[in-house]
Every structure is written in structure tokens, then in C-alpha cells.
């Protein structure tokens, strides 16, 4: 069955209702909660606050000092290299999946909600806002060995995850549950940020478009540094790219139908939803359900997906 879900707010698409960066960044105020911003922040055209948001090393400190001040962080950078997602499309997935495991009652608080976080990087940005704004628990894998190190040096630095995020290497390429997962285990969701691309031409591709979009014209004698801090190979690419892994995924989840309440899957590009969802039904979900999201000129959605429905569902 497919159930249509609705935008967050009627008549006025952006980000979640309860997405605390809404209104916007207030940069004086982070600045203040994590000083090395402050260099970066300088007026815009329009005389607001606001950071060169191509300059790597800016969006990284803007990262850091979110993190900080509405996270509760004591302490987060990231290695060289490694992907830097913006904070609020992030948070804009928990939100959603927040609703989604609500239905019709309240949404679920607490570390007795267990998440299960498919390719959670170095970054850790999926754990920490779900910990933060919801209390709940989190188990992410990846197949990169440094990039959960960091994660772990992460969570060790930080008392608001330590003892309820868990991290786990996925030491084969092309499985997603199979090795990460446990006889019996249970999570009331997951959630999946898949690789874009289906090859390192396109994703470069990609990334320079970008670039250009935020320039606007043309591209800082720096652009091979921001291309190099845009991701690393495993975060960007797999075979098939966000179609081919979002395939597998379904497929896979098939065998394991109890392993999570739901299931979900970030979808970037649109034209691969009527595939997805034919995979869905294909692989016997009782539901399907896709949910869309706006984030100024973006536009994703999540699909999700589940085998049984619950009564009075």
C-alpha cells in the first residue's frame, strides 16, 4: 500500500516546523558560542551576517560552532577531506523520521528508541541531532575504518553520546544489514544517506556544478581544495550510485523484514523514485511511503518503507 505524505507546512515549503535553524543562522550568537567563527562571518549584499559558503574551511567552523551551541556538543572537528553536510538538511531527515514513527500518538522520546544509522561517516551529524533533540540511541555502520576512528574519538569526547551511540565496521562493500546486524535485533528505524554517484567522474562533475552555483560565476583559484573537502570516495560513489545502492538496500532489508519498524532511504534525484518504489512493492513492503523535503533550492525526499503494519494502523 502507498500512503501519500504531505509537506511539513502547507503553502510555505522549507524546512521542518521544528527545525531550529528555520529562521536562519544567527552567526553573531554562534560566533559568540565558538569564537573562530568570527573571522569568517562578514555582511552580505543585503548587509545580514553570513559566511562565503564555497570556502571549505568556513562551513566547517559554521559546522562546529552548530554543533556546539544548539547540539550540546563540547567538541567537534572533522579530518581533512572528509564529507561536511549542512546541519539543517540533516536535521530536516530526524524531524521527518521523528513524524513517521509517531503516526497518529506522540513521537517517541528517549535512548529506548534505537535508530540505526546506514553509512554514519566521520561526521557523526545523524547520531548527534537525533541524541540532542530526541534522547534517542543510535547504532551506525560504515565500511571506512578511519572514518568510524574519528566517529569513536567523537563520541568518547562528548558526554551526550557516550553510552548510547555504537559504531560498527561494514567490511563488505556491497551488504548493508548482513554483518552489522545481530540475530533478534530490533531498531524502530533506519536511516540512509546513500552515495550520490555512480562513478568519480560524476561525482567531481557534481561538485563543480556547486561550486559554480555558489559562485556564481566562476570557480575560486581554491576549488581543488573544496573538492577535496567535499568527500571521500566511499561517500560520494558506489556502483550504480543512489539507485543502484538504494536497490540493494531494499532487496536486502527483504531478508531481514523485523530487523526495523522502518525502513528509509534518502533520494536525491526524483527520477529514481518510481523505480525505488516499484522495488519496494516488488520486495513485499505492506507500505510504502514517500516523504518530501525542501531545504531552500533543494529538493530530496525520503523513502520509506515496512512489512507489517501495525493494528489500527
Not at 93 to 120: E, F, K, N
Request: glycine fraction near 10%.
Amino acid at each position: 500500500m502507498t500512503r501519500p505524505s504531505h509537506p511539513t507546512e502547507s503553502g510555505k515549503p522549507g524546512l521542518h516546523p521544528r527545525n531550529q535553524h528555520r529562521s536562519g543562522y544567527a552567526f553573531e550568537a554562534l560566533a559568540r558560542a565558538c569564537p573562530e567563527l568570527a573571522p569568517f562571518v562578514h555582511p552580505s549584499p543585503t548587509g545580514t551576517p553570513t559566511i562565503d559558503f564555497g570556502d571549505p574551511e568556513a562551513v566547517l567552523t559554521l559546522n562546529r560552532a552548530l554543533l556546539l551551541a544548539d547540539y550540546g556538543l563540547a567538541s567537534w572537528d572533522l579530518p581533512a577531506g572528509y564529507l561536511c553536510p549542512p546541519i539543517p538538511g540533516r536535521a530536516d531527515y530526524l524531524h521527518c523520521l521523528a513524524d513517521l514513527l509517531a503516526g497518529d500518538g506522540p513521537i517517541p522520546h528517549g535512548p529506548s528508541v534505537r535508530i540505526l544509522d546506514i553509512g554514519v561517516g566521520a561526521n557523526l551529524v545523524y547520531p548527534i541531532v537525533g541524541r540532542a533533540d530526541y534522547g534517542w540511541s543510535f547504532v551506525g555502520t560504515d565500511i571506512d575504518a578511519d572514518a568510524l576512528a574519528w566517529a569513536g574519538k567523537l563520541v568518547r569526547a562528548n558526554p551526550l553520546l557516550r553510552g548510547t551511540v555504537e559504531l560498527r565496521r561494514q567490511a563488505s562493500p556491497r551488504a548493508v544489514f548482513a554483518g552489522v546486524t545481530k540475530a533478534r535485533e530490533h531498531f524502530a528505524a533506519c536511516l540512509c544517506n546513500p552515495p550520490f554517484h555512480a562513478s568519480s567522474a560524476e561525482a567531481r562533475d557534481g561538485t563543480l556544478r556547486k561550486l559554480r552555483n555558489l559562485a556564481g560565476r566562476t570557480l575560486r583559484r581554491d576549488a581543488q581544495a573544496t573538492l577535496n573537502f567535499g568527500g571521500r570516495a566511499n561517500e560520494l560513489v558506489c556502483p550504480g550510485g543512489e539507485r543502484g545502492f538504494a536497490t540493494r538496500m531494499i532487496a536486502e532489508s527483504a531478508r531481514v523484514p523485523d530487523l526495523c519498524g522502518w525502513f528509509t532511504c534518502l533520494v536525491s534525484k526524483s527520477e529514481n523514485l518510481p523505480a525505488l518504489e516499484h522495488a519496494a512493492s516488488r520486495a513485499g513492503a505492506a507500505e510504502h511511503r514517500v516523504i518530501p523535503m525542501v531545504q531552500g533550492q533543494k529538493r530530496s525526499r525520503i523513502l520509506a518503507w515496512r512489512f507489517s503494519t501495525p493494528p489500527g494502523a
